[in-house]
């Protein structure tokens, strides 16, 4: 509750930035929980992308590996 006192400014940001994100997946027809996993999941696993893909306006969902909670923390631990 203090930083939403000390810096309004980045705090409406933070809770405005997941709300722009669930918004334009609305607006272009996607599954924003699908879209965002597979945003992070390419991330993580460093697969080449432009990163326009990345928007939801221009997004195409890829097929990548389906990973457990185990292998996560693996290639976290491993990219720290």
């Known amino acids: 509750?203090?930083?939403?006192?000390?810096?309004?400014?980045?705090?409406?940001?933070n809770v405005l930035f997941p709300a722009s994100v669930t918004e334009s997946c609305s607006l272009n027809g996607i599954n924003?929980?699908?879209?965002?996993?597979?945003?992070?999941?390419?991330?993580?696993?460093?697969?080449?992308?432009d990163k326009r893909d990345f928007l939801p306006c221009y997004y195409q969902a890829h097929e990548?590996?389906?990973?457990?909670?185990?292998?996560?923390a693996k290639l976290l631990s491993t990219a720290a």
């Open 32 to 49: 924003p929980e699908s879209y965002l996993e597979d945003v992070f999941r390419s991330i993580l696993l460093g697969t080449e992308r």
């Open 1 to 13: 509750m203090k930083n939403y006192i000390l810096d309004p400014l980045s705090a409406a940001v």
């Open 64 to 72: 990548l590996p389906k990973m457990n909670a185990l292998e996560v």
